[in-house]
């Protein structure tokens, strides 16, 4: 009777409601039933976004959003600022080198975050700079950008801000609109709690503009035929109805409890893994942490894709890993979407023995004590 | 208590088990069971596709299947050739338009097929043509284009065959390697019995080869890193790995019956429709009409939209319209996937009812006696 537990950033455990409502047979996208189930959720992203503007629904990953980012804003001859940390800033450059746009970059240390003051010099010395691409949450680290103060930089130049949300949005706080924030990406996966198949992007008016001019080649992504269909509850292309059925339910639920609400609690449940991981005397891997995941620096001499590997087969516990020249060094805890308190209990006290059992000197119950003290004191 | 029947050309009706299987908790993409699902699929695919080539898994609908298509065989100075014989083969037409590729075009009056002829007379007098684009069946007219020709004329030249079998894949026959076609792309609501969501693209050796020397833009829909991480049972980006769950549900199903069994099925409803159309004085609005759906002119006086919204609200039955020109003048049914034949006597007497009940002087039972006839005779 092995129990399974999902833990990685992406996917996250999805709402029986909105599981069940998979089940359910299949209707036809084009009926005004389905025109009324996109028109709730459009209305609804807007409020996890926390923006007026549209949000456009892509049938695609993440990443297919950030590709339509690319392709509706910019032509050819333009240059463009990547803020790289990691594996998904790095992902902005490289479609930038795919769609023959020039870019310089901001190379961070992976684990640590951009100083702002670092964009604004090289948007003094390069006016000419179209747009700033950057991740809020770079999920291969566990680090945050500070977007905030990234919108005061671009606000009054004409260089549009976006932003890669996909793995935090509704975990970390982005105010789109409040921040001076020009495109959001972000996909379905992740704190909006549906399966992996949906893209999103909302745009400001002046990113509007900038989509006016853009002559990159788009089809698929064109996002100026996905807003006039967006209006009619539609889509230019054939829509993965299912899941925009299956978010409908879990937008339901983020709009219940309110998106600062969602934003506290995923607030709490970060600090209580943070401390937790404190506790048991290993390293937070990010400075600057969000509370979209917990990135955990492991302990020497232990492989974390070995524990990570054995804690799915043994245990039914599944963490992430690190990717790419992190692997083996991390382990990333998502505490994202549906998830609560005892979820994160799940989770410390899994690390906790399935560290003693790797003959790590772990003192067993430290973890969940400082998190129990972390729910009771803010609770 | 109103049950409801789908009859549209995409989505089709999704068997039990593959829906029941969208409702499980979900799972880590990246996993080895994930790996094994997605490799099980991948075979299973090349069944229905009848090639020995790789076939594609994007999480897109199939228009990204077909943008990928010309994403990655071509360049900016490339001159192709597409058939257009209503809203699919144009769609071929507006992608070259958007990513500036060049093409001359064979326009077929909505209704008709190609004329294989016309084709390798345009070949012989464009040697630099390097793709004919066409459509398996113009979904929007119901017309079914010999595939198998136009692969006749293509394989002794360098023009590379693509074919668009969105809709058609596992309804009428296509014979990816014995008919020599280049490239084939398809998706999953169709003849695979799974919801929107997912893309496919099949390509032959010699359209790796053009692959390979391909510079028109792409990242998300990139094939060769899809090619080289389906190997691995894996994907560049994050799949919608629910779907690719529910289609290796209704794989088995097609592999049980096998690609061939399956296609013969679709041949006895598509005849016993067409039969069941004429035997109530109606006419077939395609003049080489495909297995996948049966198009029909719809009776002078009569608005099909009308009667298309009418039979949803009032009986439940959905079938499809015509699309842009052809909009209240046809109307669509499609016997693809998950149907038998009780499926399309539900579909012909609700049509002789619907009609009767619009006004239509329809002998009722004429067609359900010739679908019957049909039955018996070949069954």
Chains 1, 2 share one sequence.
Request: with cysteine.
């Amino acid at each position: 009777m092995k129990k399974e537990y999902l833990f990685t950033p992406g996917p996250t455990p999805i709402p029986t409601e909105a599981l069940l409502s998979m089940a359910r047979p299949i209707d036809y996208h084009r009926s005004p039933e389905s025109a009324n189930v996109i028109k709730e959720v459009a209305e609804n992203l807007k409020h996890v976004f926390q923006t007026q503007n549209d949000v456009l629904i892509l049938t695609s990953s993440g990443t297919g959003a950030m590709e339509g980012a690319v392709a509706n804003l910019l032509s050819p001859s333009d240059k463009v600022l990547v803020i790289r940390s990691g594996k998904f800033g790095e992902r902005w450059g490289e479609i930038c080198v795919a769609y023959g746009v020039e870019f310089v970059s901001i190379d961070i240390e992976p684990g640590l975050s951009v100083e702002p003051q670092a964009v604004a010099d090289i948007l003094k010395s390069n006016p000419d700079i179209k747009a700033v691409f950057s991740t809020l949450c770079e999920t291969s680290t566990g680090a945050l950008h500070d977007i905030e103060a990234l919108g005061q930089i671009t606000r009054d130049t004409p260089t549009l801000l976006v932003v890669d949300a996909v793995s935090a949005l509704g975990a970390d706080d982005l105010q789109m609109d409040n921040w001076h924030v020009d495109v959001v990406v972000s996909c379905s996966q992740k704190g909006l709690m549906t399966p992996p198949g949906l893209g999103f992007a909302s745009l400001s008016e002046r990113a509007w503009e900038a989509v006016e001019k853009s002559t990159l080649p788009k089809y698929y992504f064109d996002f100026q035929k996905a807003r006039s269909e967006l209006a009619k509850g539609s889509t230019p292309y054939t829509p993965a109805i299912t899941f925009i059925i299956a978010l409908q339910q879990s937008l339901r639920l983020i709009c219940d409890e309110g998106i600062r609400n969602v934003l506290s609690r995923h607030a709490r449940l970060a600090e209580a893994t943070r401390a937790a991981v404190k506790a048991l005397g290993l390293q937070l891997f990010a400075a600057h942490p969000a509370n979209t995941l917990t990135s955990i620096r492991f302990p020497g001499g232990l492989d974390s894709k070995a524990f990570v590997n054995n804690m799915r087969k043994q245990h039914g516990i599944t963490y992430a890993g690190g990717q790419e020249e992190l692997s083996g060094k991390i382990i990333r805890i998502a505490h994202l979407g549906w998830m609560n308190e005892y979820d994160v209990m799940v989770a410390i006290s899994a690390l906790e023995m399935g560290l003693a059992e790797a003959g790590y000197n772990v003192k067993l119950g430290a973890g969940v004590t400082a998190a129990e003290q972390i729910f009771t004191t803010l609770g």
